[in-house]
T-cell receptor
Framework: DTEVTQTPKHLVMGMTNKKSLKCEQHMGHRAMYWYKQKAKKPPELMFVYSYEKLSINESVPSRFSPECPNSSLLNLHLHALQPEDSALYLC????????????FGQGTRLTVV | GDSVTQMEGPVTLSEEAFLTINCTYTATGYPSLFWYVQYPGEGLQLLLKATKADDKGSNKGFEATYRKETTSFHLEKGSVQVSDSAVYFCALGDRGTASKLTFGTGTRLQVTL
């Protein structure tokens, strides 16, 4: 199994809603990542988790709250988002933080209305 | 900081034409270099990678050579197919890893019959 699975594939939420994005991998990887990709732009790193601990937060606003409940799961909790937060949110994983290969999921396309 | 510069797209080619997508980088230290491909509506797939100078990454007929002297990692394919139509991202990994990827702006490739 070399897959990173993200759910849901699409999400529409209002600015007052609370929602969560989920990412799962069963490759035994100990590093997991969230990236944000705006339309026609490259992905940008948001968070890095290593061994279930947050190791990098790229100055992401607090309305995005990551959580790593176990080594296979990574969540991104969303609250009070703005329309400009609409984007494709990509999860990735790698064996370790210093591995030379990262595997990406298919992403969750988020629309904030 | 680290940065990646890719040639502007879109690139439009006829099937069986030769493809080159230029990529140059700026980095401190010794990064790893990657090419990722993104098909419409999907996440990122790793196409190939190189972890040190003079390494050649190859996959599915695509090749790229890590050139430290010219800080380049150009993507080539001898004969493109319609199914190669996608957006191609050059990326570098911090300190030789895939842990903190910096992406170029992406190059859209359109292959026609």
């Amino acid at each position: 199994d070399t897959e990173v699975t993200q759910t849901p594939k699409h999400l529409v939420m209002g600015m007052t809603n609370k929602k969560s994005l989920k990412c799962e991998q069963h490759m035994g990887h100990r590093a997991m990542y969230w990236y944000k990709q705006k339309a026609k732009k490259p992905p940008e790193l948001m968070f890095v988790y290593s061994y279930e601990k947050l190791s990098i937060n790229e100055s992401v606003p607090s309305r995005f709250s990551p959580e790593c409940p176990n080594s296979s799961l990574l969540n991104l909790h969303l609250h009070a988002l703005q329309p400009e937060d609409s984007a494709l949110y990509l999860c990735a994983s790698s064996q370790e933080v210093d591995s030379t290969e990262a595997f990406f999921g298919q992403g969750t396309r988020l629309t904030v209305v | 900081g680290d940065s990646v510069t890719q040639m502007e797209g879109p690139v439009t080619l006829s099937e069986e034409a030769f493809l080159t997508i230029n990529c140059t980088y700026t980095a401190t230290g010794y990064p790893s270099l990657f090419w990722y491909v993104q098909y419409p509506g999907e996440g990122l797939q790793l196409l190939l990678k190189a972890t040190k100078a003079d390494d050649k990454g190859s996959n599915k007929g695509f090749e790229a050579t890590y050139r430290k002297e010219t800080t380049s990692f150009h993507l080539e394919k001898g004969s493109v197919q319609v199914s190669d139509s996608a957006v191609y991202f050059c990326a570098l990994g911090d300190r030789g890893t895939a842990s903190k990827l910096t992406f170029g702006t992406g190059t859209r490739l359109q292959v026609t019959l």
